[in-house]
């Protein structure tokens, strides 16, 4: 089911794309259900992008340049998007009416998890702060009509009463902006879904893995988010592309494997203490990141720890090792930009939210 009126459109920049939905909300009804998803990617060509959707079940329905019209089988229904891809920055975004809680995760969130060269837009609570802070300062008259925040062991803004206490929080009502700065000063809280109205007519949705609802207004606002997003994560994709994993054959008859490994590091300020170490075991194995630790080494006492991970959703493995103040990481095989960034993720979110890749 198109949701678009195209016909014969060619689209080769992104700027084009942005263009022609800001003119076409002033003709044309956009649905006020729209999700637009944005990703990061390791893949270096439109062709090997389309290929990739191809390999995971997506069906090509029409080609407008580089915006595609795909669908995906799931639940016996088509479930439709557009995806244009950013070949400046090798971004690819979704744009879809389908339901956020049913279709999405079955389709485009379980390519996402599962293809090793794409990755969400993860924004970081602090991150998502600052968005509501800048947001505020440029629209002082903005209403938050709802929002999810919380607090984690780690969380390190202060907090009034109960610091050491761990919780979340969500609310509705029109006083959003007032109740979320009182609960981030009283409850030292960090918003993860924030529901916004600015003054001038737009209104949207946007929640800690980069997914926009555009409920009413224009897409500049919207695409100013998502290209701030995008700039700050592209410089942790690349950072993270410089490790390898390298098999030379060594000996007179190339009988034996020298393997070669290059890390990416994780500079953690706030350092990890021996009980955090037995925390990261605990926690990364949770439902919530979906890690397991195949093999590992804990020295009694001491915070030296190494292990190999693996990802659940995609058998991306990698190596760590780490000694308190950094995490360095090795990649095997290939290094997975979505487990990656999941597992810097995590590291954010759980053991030091100063954390910095390097």
């Known amino acids: 089911m198109t ?7 060619f689209f080769n920049d992104i700027h084009e794309f942005i263009e022609y939905l800001e003119g076409l909300q002033i003709e044309f009804s956009i649905p006020s259900n729209l999700q637009i998803v944005a990703t990061l990617s390791n893949f270096h060509s439109f062709d090997e992008f389309a290929d990739s959707l191809a390999k995971r079940g997506f069906i090509i329905e029409k080609e407008f340049g580089k915006l595609l019209y795909i ?4 639940h016996d229904k088509k479930i439709f998007y557009y995806t244009f891809f950013d070949d400046r920055n090798n971004v ?34 602090k991150a998502m702060k600052e968005i509501k802070d800048d947001l505020i300062e440029r629209y002082p008259d903005l209403l938050i ?17 109960r610091p050491e206490v761990e919780r979340g929080i969500q609310y509705r ?14 409850y030292g809280v960090l918003p993860k879904i924030l529901e916004l109205k600015l003054p001038n007519g737009v209104s949207f949705r946007i929640d800690n893995k980069g997914i926009i609802t555009l409920k009413q207004g ?3 606002n919207i695409f100013e988010i998502i290209e701030n997003m995008i700039r700050k994560l592209i410089i942790i994709r690349d950072k993270i592309g410089g490790s390898g994993y390298n098999i030379h054959r060594v000996g007179i008859n190339k009988q034996f494997k020298n393997i070669i490994q290059t890390p990416w590091s994780i500079s953690m300020p706030s350092g990890m203490e021996y009980d955090d170490v037995n925390f990261f075991r605990k926690a990364i194995e949770s439902e919530d990141w979906e890690f397991s630790i195949l093999d590992h080494v804990l020295i009694n006492g ?6 190999r991970m693996i990802d659940n959703n995609n058998s991306a493995m990698f190596d760590i090792t780490t000694t308190g103040s950094k995490i360095d990481i090795y990649p095997v095989e290939k290094a997975d930009i979505g487990t990656s960034i ?11 939210p100063h954390a910095i890749v390097r």
């Open 3 to 9: 949701f678009l009126p195209l016909k014969d459109e």
């Open 302 to 307: 001491s915070v030296f720890f190494s292990a």
């Open 71 to 74: 669908s995906k089988l799931t």
């Open 145 to 161: 009509t709802y929002f999810s925040a919380k607090r984690s062991p780690f969380t390190d803004i202060p907090a009034e009463y």
């Open 173 to 186: 009502g029109d006083d959003g902006k007032a109740t979320l700065n009182e609960m981030e000063f009283y």
């Open 218 to 220: 224009d897409f500049a």
């Open 342 to 352: 999941k597992f810097y993720e995590f590291i954010v979110e759980n053991i030091d």
């Open 92 to 125: 690819p975004l979704f744009l879809t009416i389908a339901r956020k809680t049913e279709d999405i995760p079955d389709t485009l969130l379980d390519y996402v998890k599962k293809s090793k060269d794409i990755s969400n837009l993860w924004i970081a609570p």
